[in-house]
């Protein structure tokens, strides 16, 4: 069973740049005859927007996706994470750090993927007593690869690339990369289609998945939507919320970002059955890189 997934931040409403994220991992995983599912990766409490989450929710049943199953919040997954995290801590996997980032700046001598690889200061020496401490995975000399279905192939060096990354902040909230691997190995989700700006990310949630013993999803990373700046469509860069009407149109739209085939009547179709033309003759390789 192909299981997909879309989960979106509840930091504002959902825009343009969502919907083709939503659009392609729906008719993926629909295409396929599988299951897609919604989580609302909500982790992240200080990034929290109040109503967003009903928002979106009511946004994608407006625009015609149907989920499978009921709707996961990460805010309530949070015992999950803790023993995961508990598993990782006996296998002297993750170990606890105490310093700031001016501090990993300064003391860094190493540039990655992201800025400063952090040093090992915390590994090597004792913690700043009574500070509080987030918790970081111990990352090795390996190589982590894998072949994007949109971006080709992709490989960090964990160690020079990345670094010991932070799994659970000092102020107690855990992080994406870690509650986002345990949420697709415990929902089974087995094709992740989401954008370009995760791409990074995806090396670092593989290392945590084999260390788990979890199975690694097939992954396919869109391009993204850009401003008129150049800048990726967001809540920070002001992108407008998508319209509660025309509705076909803004689908249509999105199908033709997403390079995929209409038929020549395609703004007069009902949204049901534009829904069941883009599920049809949905082709995941029509999507290049840019």
């Avoid at 090597?124 to 192939?153: C, E, V, Y």
Wanted: proline share 4%.
């Amino acid at each position: 069973m192909v299981v997909g997934r879309f989960a979106p931040s509840p930091t504002g409403p959902l825009h343009f740049g969502s919907l083709v994220a939503a659009v392609a991992s729906y008719c993926d995983a629909k295409s396929r005859g599988g299951q897609w599912l919604l989580r609302i990766e909500d982790v992240d409490q200080t990034r929290h927007v109040a109503g967003a989450s009903e928002a979106i929710i009511h946004t994608l049943q407006h625009y015609g996706f149907v989920w499978d199953g009921e709707v996961v919040y990460q805010s309530q997954r949070s015992e999950y994470y803790q023993t995961v995290l508990q598993q990782l801590r006996q296998r002297s996997l993750a170990y606890p750090c105490t310093c700031s980032r001016k501090e990993i700046t300064d003391s860094s001598t190493l540039l990655g993927i992201e800025g400063a690889i952090y040093p090992g200061t915390c590994l090597q020496h004792p913690t700043k007593p009574g500070a509080a401490a987030a918790w970081r995975i111990q990352t090795d000399a390996q190589t982590i690869s894998f072949q994007d279905l949109i971006q080709g192939h992709q490989q960090h060096h964990m160690a020079s690339d990345i670094g010991d990354f932070v799994v659970k902040r000092a102020d107690g909230l855990f992080s994406y990369q870690l509650a986002v691997v345990i949420d697709d190995a415990l929902q089974g989700v087995t094709h992740v289609v989401r954008g370009a700006d995760l791409l990074n990310s995806t090396t670092r949630q593989i290392y945590l998945q084999q260390l788990l013993g979890y199975p690694t999803p097939i992954y396919a990373h869109l391009p993204l939507v850009l401003n008129a700046d150049g800048q990726k469509l967001s809540k920070q860069t002001l992108a407008t919320a998508l319209p509660e009407d025309n509705l076909v149109d803004t689908l249509v739209a999105a199908l033709t970002f997403l390079q995929q085939a209409l038929p020549k009547n395609a703004q007069s179709l009902s949204l049901a059955n534009l829904w069941q033309w883009a599920i049809t003759h949905w082709q995941l390789p029509k999507i290049t890189s840019a």
